[in-house]
């Protein structure tokens, strides 16, 4: 099985370059994927990836 990466609030936003509160409002509207821990929000680095790339917009 492959080593599976989550990653906090802090590490995914830096990592999208947005901030936390954009972060946790995409979160609550359900447009990207969360892995709840008890009151934790983390983050497939692999479902972040995917994000990117769903989000991807080719230039003209």
């Known amino acids: ?3 599976l990466k989550l990653l906090g ?3 995914a936003s830096s990592l ?3 901030k936390k509160s954009t972060l946790y409002d995409m979160v609550m ?3 990207i994927p969360v892995v709840k821990i008890g009151k934790l929000n983390r ?5 972040l990836e995917v994000f990117i790339d769903r989000n991807r917009q ?3």
């Open 1 to 3: 099985m492959p080593e």
């Open 43 to 47: 983050f497939k680095l692999s479902d």
């Open 9 to 11: 609030m802090d590490e």
């Open 58 to 60: 080719e230039a003209v």
């Open 29 to 31: 509207r359900r447009v």
């Open 16 to 18: 999208l370059g947005i």
